[in-house]
C-alpha cells in the first residue's frame, strides 16, 4: 500500500483485519499518522462506516501530537465533529493535546438508569397517566427550561460540585451519587473557567431533557443474559425500570463553541499542523488547554446536576401516580454513565503505566472488575454499562470487563450509532406516523414535537444488536440484560 501525503476518504479496502471483529488502518496509511486508527466491527457495520467520512475522521485523529497506541472506533460509530462519534483517543499529558472536537458539543451527555420493584404487567393499566405525570413533570424540547433561574452563586456551585449540588438540596440520596461515574463530579472542573454566555445559557436548564437524541423511557427488563451480574445490579426479567438520556444542554454547547474558537487561533503558536480543523486542540499542558479541561469538567458537572434533578422530578412522579397503587414505588439508581468527555486515567501502555487524557466522543467507559473506579457494590463483577438503543428496540446493560482495560482504554460503543440524517428520516415518515406505530406496539409516546419524534425514528438508527454483539464477541463488555420500552418521552 503506497504511503498517503494528504487527507481523503478511507475505503474498506484500506482497512487490515487484525483480529476477528477487528480492523486496523496502519499508520505507514499516511503521512501524517503516529499510531494505527483500529475500528471493531462486523462486515456490515464496515461498509456503513465508508459511506460516511468517519473513517477518514478516525485517520485524522491518530495525526494529532501525542497521541498513543492508536485510535479507536467503537461499532455505532458515524460521521461527527472533527473525531467520529464513537472515536476514541489517548493522549500523554506530556506531549499531546485535548480537543473539543474529540468531546463533543453535548459535554457529558451520558444516560443513567433507575430500576424498580414493580412488574410491568402490574404497571401497565397506570401507563398513560404515569407518562402524562412524567411529562408534565420533566421539561423538554429545544430551549427547554424551569421556572426561575439560578442566581450566580448556586450556578458556581452546581458547575463545581455537581451531582452532589442536588443531593444537598434534597433532591437525590447520596448512594445516587455513589452509583455515578466519577461520583458525579470532576474535581478539576473551574466555574470561572467557563464564560458569561455559557452560564447565561444554563441559568434555567438544569433539570431539563432537551430536545435531538435526548430521552426519557420507562422499560421493562425482557431479557437476562448474565444472572450473576444482573442480581449484582438489581434486575430481574419483567421489572419496570426508568432510562434517562441527556446533557449539559446550551451550557456545554457553550463550552465547545468558545474553546474551538479559542484552539483554532492558538494552533500556529503551539505549531499544531492539522488535516481538518475541526480537530482544534492545544496541547494539555497549554493555558489555552487547561483553560477548556477546566471548563469541560464543569459543564460535566452540570450534566450530572442535570441528570440528578431529572431523577428527583421523576421519582415524584412515580409516587404521584403510584403511591396509592403499590406498596413501593421507589426509584434505586443503578448506575450513571457519559459519553462526551476528556479524563485523567491510569493505563498500561507497552508494560508501563501511563496518566492519560483519554476522550470519548459517543463511546461509554468500561472499566473491569476489580479497579477502584468501579463502585464498591460492582466491583467484583464490573461496571454496568448502559447501552441505550432506539425508541422501538429497547436498550441494553452490559458489564465492563478486564479485557477492555487492555485492547480500548476501558471503552465501549455508547448506543445504535445513527444511519440515517435527521432529515431523511423526516420524508421517510412522519412524527404521527410513527406515534401511531409505536402505539400499536403498546409503547406510550408522549412528545412535544411530531417533527422531533420523526427524527428519532427506529429506522434511522443502526441495528443494536448487531452493535452489542460485536462488544460483547470481543470481549469489550459483557451482555448483562435487554430492556424494551413501555413508555416514551421526546422533547
Known sequence: MATKTTAGRVAKSDLIQVEPLVYEVPASYREDMRVP?????????????????????????????????????????????????????AMSLSDGVISPGGVGYDI???????????????????????????????????????????????????LEQGANWAVRQGLGRQEDVEHTESQGRMEEADASAVSQRAKDRGADQVGTLGSGNHFLEVD????????????????????????????S??????????????????????????????????????????????????????????????THQVREAFKQVLGSHFSDCDLHMVYDVCHNIAKIERHQIDGQEMRLCVHR??????????????????????QPVLIPGDMGTGSFVLAGTARAMKISFGSSCHGAGRVMSRSKSRKNVTGQQLRQQLEQRHIVVRAGSMRGLAEEAPDAYKDLDRVVNVVHDTGMARKVARTRPMGVIKG
Open 108 to 158: 457529558n451527555c451520558g444516560v443513567r438508569l433507575l430500576r424498580s420493584s414493580i412488574e410491568a404487567e402490574a404497571l401497565r393499566p397506570y401507563m398513560d397517566d404515569l407518562m402524562t405525570a412524567l411529562y408534565q413533570n420533566v421539561p423538554s424540547g429545544v430551549g427547554a427550561s424551569r421556572a426561575g433561574k439560578l442566581s450566580a452563586k448556586e450556578l458556581a456551585e452546581v
Open 361 to 382: 466522543k459517543g463511546a461509554t467507559r468500561a472499566f473491569g472488575p476489580g479497579q477502584p473506579d468501579v463502585p464498591q457494590t460492582y466491583r467484583e463483577v464490573g
Open 249 to 310: 444542554r446550551g451550557l456545554g454547547h457553550q463550552v465547545c463553541t468558545d474553546a474551538v474558537r479559542t484552539m483554532q487561533q492558538v494552533a500556529p503558536k503551539y505549531n499544531i499542523t492539522l488535516p481538518d480543523r475541526e480537530l482544534a486542540c492545544a496541547p494539555f499542558s497549554s493555558q489555552e488547554g487547561q483553560e477548556y479541561f477546566r471548563a469541560m469538567s464543569a459543564a460535566a458537572n452540570f450534566a450530572w446536576a442535570n441528570r440528578q434533578v431529572i
Open 37 to 89: 486508527a483500529r475500528v471493531y466491527a462486523d462486515e456490515y457495520i464496515l461498509d456503513m462506516a465508508a459511506e460516511d467520512n468517519s473513517l477518514e475522521q478516525l485517520v485524522n485523529t491518530a495525526t494529532l501530537p501525542g497521541v498513543v497506541r492508536y485510535t479507536l472506533a467503537m461499532p455505532d460509530v458515524h460521521q461527527g465533529y472533527g473525531f467520529p462519534i464513537g472515536g476514541v483517543a
Open 220 to 247: 421493562v427488563v425482557t431479557e437476562v443474559f448474565d444472572e450473576e451480574i444482573a442480581n449484582a445490579y438489581g434486575l430481574f426479567p419483567g421489572q419496570v425500570c426508568v432510562w434517562i438520556h441527556c446533557g
